[in-house]
């Protein structure tokens, strides 16, 4: 079994001020894990993901994500955010094995970015 | 450009209708999955498959049912449509040959409301 826990379902920060999104899993294997972001009308678009080649993974847009397995999180990063990150943000865990299929995602956060 | 794209991007119905969402997709990949997002909840898979003659249920697959035509189409059907499936609805791929990892790929969306 695999969850997501998204801490905070509205972040909102001032531009070029630090960004941190939370995200906890829980997985019973290795995990795959995903940020995905949404805006406005549109699709999700894919962020980043750790594939346990590395702790610390960089992604698109300046953000970058640390995978921490004694504290079960995967948390985003941007140092200075833009008024263009407004969007939702999904943080996603697939599981190993034979149901690498699944994603199973966090209940999303909105991120507002006040000028 | 290799898209995932879905018809209609916005619909209105009434309760009791029929109606088809439909999903296509030039990507080449083998595995389409429909999602249904709501508020607050994040998304949730309705359906899922593999390739033509391997289709499965989701978690919340009640009301719905689905059709894969060729490996590039999967549509979704509400046979008698209820208010509460009221909801975006994404249509996404992910490919097996790239992996375990098992990034998808998510079209823009229908906006789906029932009256």
């Known amino acids: 079994a695999q969850s997501v826990t998204q801490l905070g379902s509205h972040v909102s920060v001032s531009e070029g001020a630090l960004v941190l999104l939370r995200c906890n899993y829980s997985s019973s294997v290795p995990p795959y894990l995903f940020w995905y972001v949404q805006y406005p009308n549109q699709g999700l678009q894919l962020l980043l993901k750790y594939t346990s080649a590395a702790t610390l993974v960089k992604g698109i847009n300046g953000f970058e994500a640390e995978f921490k397995k004694s504290e079960t999180s995967f948390h985003l990063t941007k140092p200075s955010a833009h008024m263009s990150d407004a969007a939702e943000y999904f943080c996603?865990?697939?599981?190993?094995?034979?149901?690498?299929?699944?994603?199973?995602f966090g209940k999303g956060t909105l991120l507002t970015v006040n000028p | 450009d290799a898209d995932v794209t879905q018809t209609p991007r916005n619909r209105i119905t009434k309760t009791g209708k029929r109606i088809m969402l439909e999903c296509s997709q030039t990507k080449g990949h083998d595995r389409m999955y429909w999602y249904r997002q709501d508020p607050g909840l994040g998304l949730r898979l309705i359906y899922y498959s593999f390739d033509v003659k391997d289709i499965n249920k989701g978690e919340i697959s009640d009301g719905y049912s689905v059709s894969r035509q060729a490996q590039a189409k999967f549509s979704l059907s509400l046979e008698s449509a209820i208010p509460n499936q009221t909801a975006l609805y994404f249509c996404a791929t992910s490919d097996f040959n790239r992996g375990p990892y098992n990034e998808q790929f998510f079209g823009p969306g229908t906006r789906l409301t029932v009256l």
């Open positions: 996603a865990v697939s599981g190993g094995g034979g149901s690498n299929y699944k994603l199973t």
